[in-house]
Nanobody
Framework: QEQLVESGGGLVQPGGSLRLSCKAPASIASSINVMHWYRQAPGKGRELVAGITKSGLTNYADSVRGRFTISRDNGENMVYLEMNSLIPEDTAVYYC??????????????????WGQGTQVIVSS
């Protein structure tokens, strides 16, 4: 089954850095529009962290602006999240997400988006 594959999570001390990576399958590459990173902290809902369009326009949650940087490599179907100056409040499961330009059909379903399985980030001393 097609899915986004994330990597790069882990345990880091406050003030440290991590880089998350996410690869989309080649089968959907030509359909990818906006790529996002979301996160979900324990006991909280999923929130948008950052997004990037195909042309490179970006947006960030206020809580991460200036500390996190989202980037993408369209040729490799990759999206990255560089996280600096990490604080304990950044602890969460981070999810990669892509919106498609147009739905793709898989069996009887029309699919507009894909999610990754999530990667855990823990910021603790």
């Amino acid at each position: 089954q097609e899915q986004l594959v994330e990597s790069g999570g882990g345990l880091v001390q406050p003030g440290g850095s991590l880089r998350l990576s996410c690869k989309a399958p080649a089968s959907i590459a030509s359909s990818i529009n906006v790529m996002h990173w979301y996160r979900q902290a324990p006991g909280k809902g999923r929130e948008l962290v950052a997004g990037i369009t195909k042309s490179g326009l970006t947006n960030y949650a206020d809580s991460v602006r200036g500390r996190f940087t989202i980037s993408r490599d369209n040729g490799e179907n990759m999206v990255y999240l560089e996280m600096n100056s990490l604080i304990p409040e950044d602890t969460a499961v981070y999810y990669c997400h892509v919106d498609l330009i147009f739905p793709i059909r898989r069996g009887s379903q029309a699919i507009n988006e894909f999610w990754g399985q999530g990667t855990q980030v823990i910021v603790s001393s």
